[in-house]
């Protein structure tokens, strides 16, 4: 297998993993994005503790969908995150209609 049929291959699975989170998308009410990964959650509990001087953050997100396209499946019950990065959590607009841009994934 050259490179470029490995690369081929790896953006189809972003557009296939892309594909399915448009059609899973409106099950959520929040995206959860980590330094390491992104979610689709319906709950989310997020606290921020401290421990010898470091701030970290600990989520737990329940209902859950993993956004890696290694994974085979995908959707969790529950998921614990520990990350001394910033979260980034949103609310989720159910009515948006998602779409995937001209330009493909990059």
Do not use: C
């Not at 600990?58 to 994974?71: E, H, K, M, P």
């Amino acid at each position: 297998m050259s490179a470029e049929d490995l690369e081929n291959y790896e953006a189809e699975l972003e557009l296939q993993l892309y594909r399915e989170y448009k059609d899973v998308a409106n099950l959520f009410n929040y995206v959860v994005e980590t330094e390491r990964r992104f979610y689709l959650a319906n709950n989310v509990d997020l606290k921020t503790r401290s421990a010898d001087g470091e701030v970290f953050f600990d989520l737990t997100l329940t209902d859950a969908w993993v956004w890696d396209v290694y994974r085979t499946g995908r959707f969790v019950q529950s998921v614990r995150i520990v990350t001394f990065k910033d979260v980034n959590i949103e609310e989720l607009n159910r009515t948006e209609e998602l779409t995937i841009p001209k330009e493909g994934l990059n």
